[in-house]
């Protein structure tokens, strides 16, 4: 298994979708570890101020995407949008990253994701960086996924209580990001996630436990989160999901080796795309997104 340093990792999907789609990933000098969706905004938008900002995680960033929706917010309303999302971004990351929020502050307003409660912390876990925690039994570090399932396989009676405190962390880190954006909030709410989807602590397998992202939350804790916002809206989509994977340079199909992202729990090629939102998708958020974006243009 190859070792990573949790400081220097990112879900770098450029090295796995390249026959798919160009992120054109850029980096800030005061996060050189983190890789955002490009286009890069000019130096000049970004003085002017004429901007939004997205925050997210791997929905928000557009992965198998050619056109995320803060692109489409972009090309349609003529307002450029900041995409700061990253693959496994949580509010308490993006809480920890003043020069992130600064930049979103210098904006008009931010559309901020609901993101995963995974990620966030309980009495055993710490998040490192993006994508990996510290057990605080053990010491050790591992990624995200893999402590989840192993306390699943070894220690599952103390899982629920567990989830438990990382979804109060969830409420708690989005009130210390939000507390720092000066601009209006747009909570967006993105997800194929039924309503009234439980926690399955029985499942046998990663999927069955995880289910639908964003894992780990409830709507009442999505309803806490809103009400400390300006505006909340909800786009549930399932277009066109799952779509098949093909090159951006033949029209062909092509398979993806999720191995690729060093995620030593997903030894996996596919050849479809049954997770991350579709275009369409990203199509139908622009379309919830639009008539509120137009009222604070």
């Known amino acids: 298994?190859?070792?990573?340093?949790?400081?220097?990792?990112?879900?770098?999907?450029?090295?796995?979708?390249?026959?798919?789609?160009?992120?054109?990933?850029?980096?800030?000098?005061?996060?050189?570890?983190?890789?955002?969706?490009?286009?890069?905004?000019?130096?000049?938008?970004?003085?002017?101020?004429?901007?939004?900002?997205?925050?997210?995680?791997?929905?928000?960033?557009?992965?198998y995407?050619?056109?995320?929706?803060?692109?489409?917010?972009?090309?349609?309303?003529?307002?450029?949008?900041?995409?700061?999302?990253?693959?496994?971004?949580?509010?308490?990351?993006?809480?920890?990253?003043?020069?992130l929020i600064e930049r979103a502050n210098h904006g008009r307003f931010v559309i901020l994701q609901v993101m995963t409660a995974r990620a966030e912390a309980n009495s055993r876990s710490i998040p490192v960086g993006l994508n990996f925690v510290r057990d605080t039994r053990t010491g050790g570090t591992e990624m995200i996924e893999a402590f989840w399932l192993r306390l699943l396989a070894e220690e599952r009676d103390a899982v629920p209580g567990?989830?438990?405190e990382s979804l109060n962390s969830w409420r708690a880190?989005?009130?210390?990001?939000?507390?720092?954006?000066?601009?209006?909030?747009?909570?967006?709410?993105?997800?194929?996630?039924?309503?009234?989807?439980?926690?399955?602590?029985?499942?046998?397998?990663?999927?069955?436990?995880?289910?639908?992202?964003?894992?780990?939350?409830?709507?009442?804790?999505?309803?806490?989160?809103?009400?400390?916002?300006?505006?909340?809206?909800e786009c549930r989509s399932a277009r066109n999901l799952p779509h098949a994977l093909v090159s951006?340079?033949?029209?062909?199909?092509?398979?993806?080796?999720?191995?690729a992202l060093h995620d030593s729990m997903v030894q996996e090629v596919h050849a479809m795309n049954d997770y991350y939102p579709s275009p369409e998708m990203h199509e139908d958020a622009y379309a919830a997104l639009a008539p509120l974006i137009r009222t604070l243009t």
């Open 162 to 164: 567990l989830i438990a």
């Open 173 to 233: 880190s989005y009130r210390r990001l939000i507390e720092q954006i000066t601009v209006p909030v747009i909570l967006f709410y993105f997800a194929t996630k039924p309503k009234d989807e439980q926690i399955n602590y029985n499942a046998t397998t990663r999927d069955e436990f995880y289910g639908s992202f964003p894992q780990f939350v409830e709507m009442e804790a999505v309803r806490d989160v809103a009400a400390l916002c300006d505006h909340y809206v």
């Open 248 to 259: 951006r340079f033949t029209g062909e199909p092509v398979k993806v080796d999720f191995a």
């Open 65 to 99: 995407a050619p056109a995320p929706y803060p692109q489409l917010i972009a090309e349609r309303l003529g307002l450029p949008c900041l995409n700061l999302s990253t693959g496994g971004g949580t509010a308490g990351f993006f809480g920890a990253q003043p020069a």
């Open 1 to 63: 298994m190859t070792q990573i340093d949790p400081a220097e990792f990112f879900a770098d999907y450029s090295k796995r979708d390249h026959e798919i789609v160009d992120y054109d990933f850029y980096r800030f000098d005061e996060l050189p570890s983190v890789g955002f969706r490009g286009p890069a905004l000019s130096a000049e938008t970004l003085a002017s101020g004429e901007y939004c900002t997205a925050i997210g995680a791997a929905q928000t960033l557009g992965v």
